[in-house]
């Protein structure tokens, strides 16, 4: 009888039925979405990870990493991959104002971008771009480097212009937070991805690794891997450094070895060729005066013999004049002399000139030779000049060529010395070993679903006490307008237990129908 009247109950103020009904599914349905949202946040995340398989590790070197240490880190016990990555921040043309873009080399098996359209890069001045900044009136534009950037950076690239091929996502960035800079306004605007061609450089700037273990992300199991592979991935990373480190000295120090000992055998042959040369020159110098002298000693005795010949001459024709005269007078005084005395004073003056003549004969003879002499003397001086000019010209050149030389081993010295100091002012390599922790995207996702989590901790509770109070008023009103049926039901003999079971049922069939659409409804929703 009390089950037909209470379902009779429920068929006439089914509108009531119905009211705590919904609001009991309301506030139910409110919960268990709220608790179930950050579970299905999680859940998607972390099926989007695994299929982009984003790092578990990002390695950073000052110094950077090579090939060999990225095979190195690869083979350590619990790592599935490993990847050496090249970035930089750089400044690209964007209008007047020039904009801060982060570039990536393409990865293949760490942090693997989603394609969204049009293709992936096949040459290297080709890149794919940010989807959430570019559009796709974007493909075919090309990204230019500004002239802005030092020279480190410029250099770091093999082209100024790549073009854009298609847009993606990266796991990288999973928010539209792209960081920060320390170049323009201090904000990168977006990135890019181009193929490790696209750079000019075979050092890679970080390493991506990640675990061969798969654990739910944000979960203490994952945590828990984390930290026990941190220190044998700290290990391999100090140690790539140490090696990347050692090697760069190594390399500095026989580069610096080989200059020094071309300098010290630069600097020997120097001094050799200096002292030969210049042995040389002068032997050349001694000799040229030491002929100086000869010729000038020469000259003096010819000119001195030619000046005692030409007063012999002189005194010669003098002589051969006054007997030239007394013939003359003789011959006019002929008539006055015997024929004896004649013949006797003409012989004498004959012999006389004859010897005179004889001796000026013997002086223009002496002339003669002395002016031969004096054409030899010109030409040994001639001769002399000639030598003195190439003395002189071999001294000058020697002078330069020396001095250049001289001027190139100070130059090599002050490089060598330049080069110890800065082999001496190379810093052992600092090295940072990060998780996903330091992933804005990833630690802000975590936040956001935390949160959701915990406003399913106080949110529901304003519709639970809704819709007890709705429960509670219409079930008060309801044993109101019921007082009467109440009554007649305990004089028929009901007891109170049996009464109330009836509006038990009433409120509880609706609280747990409510609760069931509330639950299955939202959790499948």
Known sequence: ????????????????????????????????????????MVDTLDEYLAERNLYDFQLISTLGYEAADVEHISSLDNVSAAEGSISYDVLCNAGEMDQVLKAYSITESVNKVKLLEGRMPEASDECVADGRVYSKEDIGKAIELSADNSKDTLDAFAHRKYTITGLVYSPLYLNYERGSTSLGNGIIEAYFYILPEGFDSDIYTEIYLTLDKNEHIYSDEYENRITKADAAVTAAAEAASQRRYDEIKKEADDKIKDAQEKYDDGY???????????????????????????????????????????SSKKQLDAGIAQIDQKLSQLEAGKEYMSD?????????????????TASLA??????????SGKAKLEKEKQTLADGWSEYRKGKSEADSSFADAEKKLEDAKAKIDDGKKDIADIKKPE???????????????????????????VFPVFFFLVAALVCITTMTRMVNEQRTQIGVLKALGYSSRSVISGYLFYSGSAGFLGTLIGYFSCCII
């Open 431 to 457: 090295t940072f070993v990060f998780t996903r922790d330091i992933n804005t995207g990833y630690v802000g996702f975590e936040n956001d679903a935390n949160i959701v989590n915990e406003v399913a901790k």
């Open 362 to 371: 013997k002086v223009n003879s002496g002339l003669k030779q002395a002016k």
């Open 340 to 356: 004896e005395e004649y013949q006797a004073s003409k012989q004498q003056l004959d012999n006389k000139k004859s010897e005179l």
């Open 268 to 310: 020997s042959s120097y001094l050799k060729e200096k002292s030969d040369a210049y042995s040389k020159l002068d032997t050349s110098y001694d000799k040229l005066t030491s002929g100086q002298r000869k010729i000038d000693s020469s000259e003096k005795k010819l000119n001195k013999t030619i000046s005692e010949l030409n």
């Open 1 to 40: 009888m009390l089950t037909k009247i209470t379902l009779r109950e429920i068929k006439n103020s089914l509108g009531r039925y119905l009211a705590i009904l919904i609001i009991v599914a309301l506030g139910v349905g409110l919960f268990a979405g709220l608790k179930v949202t950050r579970d299905a």
